[in-house]
């Protein structure tokens, strides 16, 4: 089956501009998640959504970040407008269900300059 | 509170076995994880453990103590593509909230 799939691979911008990332699912997961991983740390939880509700998004920024799954499938991660400190690795990652084990896209490596 | 423990880092020869501990403190126990992470790569799913005891699957095995929150991940037959980090998470609460620790960087040396 196809794996998560995720866009772009890797964005460089400069700070003060906005950037979005892109997300689809494996078909049927219901439940999608973003995380931001800097390097040597464990991913940090921004979003999580149940098909396109919001079940968690305590620790998104939300002066800067949004994001959005409309019809349950697919998502869109943005930073307006970013920071130096927003460089990371921003995985998107789906299950079948809140309970399930995550499948993994292969990330967006953001620079922020 | 929530905190997950992993070694920052271990060193293992190729061939040899290599045991990477995790210790938690959560609440609502739901049950644990441990993903491997290339470097620049995303993090693949090896195990999940939710009752005490011993799951295996092939040179990868996964222990849990939930009484003493605690959790092992052993690689037996080690190989220089085992290189890579490795992350404990724990599902806690009534919604099955994802911990992750910081990873274990594991090298492996000939």
């Known amino acids: 089956e196809a794996g998560v799939a995720q866009s772009p691979r890797y964005k460089i911008i400069e700070k003060r501009q906005s950037v979005a990332f892109w997300c689809n699912p494996i078909?049927?997961?219901?439940?999608l998640y973003w995380y931001q991983q800097i390097l040597g740390q464990g991913p940090k939880l921004l979003i999580q959504?149940?098909?396109?509700?919001?079940?968690?998004d305590s620790q998104l920024p939300k002066d800067r970040f949004s994001a959005e799954r409309l019809k349950g499938v697919d998502s869109t991660l943005k930073i307006q407008p970013a920071k130096l400190e927003d460089s990371a690795v921003y995985l998107c990652?789906?299950?079948?269900?809140?309970?399930?084990?995550?499948?993994f896209g292969s990330g967006t490596q953001l620079s922020v300059l | 509170g929530q905190n997950i423990d992993q070694p920052t880092e271990m060193t293992a020869t190729e061939g040899a076995i290599v045991q990477i501990n995790c210790t938690y403190q959560?609440?609502?126990?739901?049950?644990l994880f441990w993903y491997q992470q290339h470097a620049g790569e995303a993090p693949t799913f090896l195990s999940y453990?939710?009752l005490d005891g011993l799951e295996e699957k092939g040179r990868f095995s996964s222990f849990l103590s939930r009484s003493k929150g605690y959790s092992y991940l052993l690689l037996k037959e080690l190989q220089m593509k085992d290189s890579a980090s490795y992350l404990c998470?724990?599902?806690?609460?009534?919604?099955?909230?994802?911990?992750w620790g910081a990873g274990t960087k594991l090298i492996i040396k000939p």
């Open positions: 990652a789906s299950s079948q269900g809140t309970n399930e084990k995550l499948f």
């Open positions: 078909s049927g997961h219901a439940t």
């Open positions: 959560t609440s609502g126990f739901n049950g």
């Open positions: 959504f149940q098909n396109n509700g919001v079940v968690d």
């Open positions: 453990n939710v």
């Open positions: 998470a724990v599902r806690e609460g009534s919604n099955y909230q994802l911990i």
